[in-house]
């Protein structure tokens, strides 16, 4: 599989955590939420999550990020917590000048696509959620054996996560990837070790374990797809269905996996970014020019949708039927309304925000 060509940058979070973000692809905006063991420039390369990429940054402007302590980003400068990586997904949407996106949540990214849609509703225009929860092993009534098994997790992670010998960590990437070739459990092996220190992983699965949005989830009303492995050892498959029914009208999809993360060439690996396209198209690509930049007149959204296309000043007076100077002059009121200092950066914004995808109109 050819490497994709990736624009890596930093923004500062709420905190002043320093945060990597990369955009790949070209289109609609779609935002993935940061989970465990990320590692923006590892992954690109990756026969476990170059795939992914590759599917989700067709016809989107794909935006990933690292979350802090983990890949490119800085160390956590204050306790983890779901606030915390909520204000790094925050800042790295604003960094990246996005109005409007589809978000997309996977393991412990679903909790926090939720919070955030809940907390900024007028910015998600769908949420997909795959192989994610709404409430963490801790706050699933848990037995005093899965308690003691937690705690076991977290010691095997302090003690054998940072070593040579992966055989430690292959208990982790046994839960995650079990249907695994040998070269894509190698693989998860070393980024288990590469993408965060022991005690910043064990600190990250300690706070997963006591997450909670489900009062968060039932706020938001945005089209959401929710889709889970029958199989999946790391996140059971009932926490699907419950994440689900907590979300007002959210679509539920099983997958006949009993991967966490999806392989490709698995058959329910293509049969899921099938589904996750055609729930874009139909819920984000074509709702997005109409919901983003609320401020623009009908006018002013006709012509930023030439200007999406790249018409030039010239061109556009031609299709609308209008004087030069006078093109100008709306042209600088759009501008000014994205915020936007250049032509090129207006462009960005609006295609983006889902201009610039239908048909030239005519």
């Given at each position: 599989?050819a ?24 289109g609609t905006?779609?935002v ?19 795939p ?8 989107h ?79 699933r009534?848990?037995t ?7 705690q ?15 055989a ?21 092996n ?6 965060c ?56 999809v ?15 690996f ?9 729930f874009?198209?139909t ?13 623009l ?11 999406a ?14 004087s ?15 915020d ?12 983006d ?10």
């Amino acid at each position: 599989m050819a490497r994709l060509s990736q624009s890596i940058r930093f923004c500062t979070s709420a905190d002043q955590t320093r945060i990597a973000f990369a955009t790949t692809g070209q289109g609609t905006a779609v935002v993935r939420a940061a989970h465990f063991l990320t590692h923006l420039d590892f992954d690109l390369n990756s026969p476990v999550w170059a795939p992914w990429i590759t599917e989700l940054s067709e016809g989107h402007t794909l935006l990933r990020y690292d979350g802090r302590g983990c890949g490119l980003s800085d160390a956590a400068r204050t306790p983890l917590s779901l606030d915390a990586w909520v204000s790094d997904l925050e800042a790295v949407v604003d960094a990246a000048g996005l109005e409007r996106f589809a978000l997309f949540g996977c393991s412990q990214g679903a909790a926090i696509s939720l919070a955030y849609a809940a907390r900024h509703p007028e910015r998600v225009s769908c949420l997909v959620l795959l192989g994610g929860y709404a409430r963490g092993p801790l706050q699933r009534n848990p037995t005093p054996e899965q308690r003691k098994q937690a705690q076991l997790m977290l010691d095997l992670i302090e003690l054998g996560w940072g070593q040579d010998n992966p055989a430690f960590r292959q208990v982790f990437t046994s839960l995650f990837i079990p249907g695994g070739s040998a070269e894509q459990v190698s693989w998860f092996n070393e980024l288990e070790r590469l993408s965060c220190t022991p005690v910043h992983a064990a600190q990250m699965v300690a706070a997963f374990g006591q997450i909670d949005v489900c009062e968060l989830a039932a706020r938001v009303h945005c089209p959401t797809l929710v889709l889970h492995a029958r199989g999946d050892a790391r996140v059971p498959f009932e926490e699907g269905r419950h994440l689900a029914g907590v979300i007002p009208g959210a679509r539920f999809v099983p997958l006949d996996s009993r991967n966490h993360v999806l392989l490709h060439g698995e058959p329910a690996f293509a049969s899921c970014f099938a589904e996750i396209q055609d729930f874009l198209q139909t819920h984000h690509r074509a709702a997005a020019p109409r919901t983003a930049f609320p401020t623009l007149t009908p006018g002013e959204r006709e012509l930023l949708e030439l200007l999406a296309h790249g018409l030039d000043n010239l061109q556009i007076s031609a299709h609308l039927g209008l004087s030069e100077k006078t093109v100008r002059n709306k042209v600088s009121s759009v501008f000014a309304k994205l915020d936007a200092d250049t032509r090129a950066q207006a462009i960005v914004r609006a295609r983006d925000a889902g201009f610039g995808c239908a048909p030239l109109p005519r």
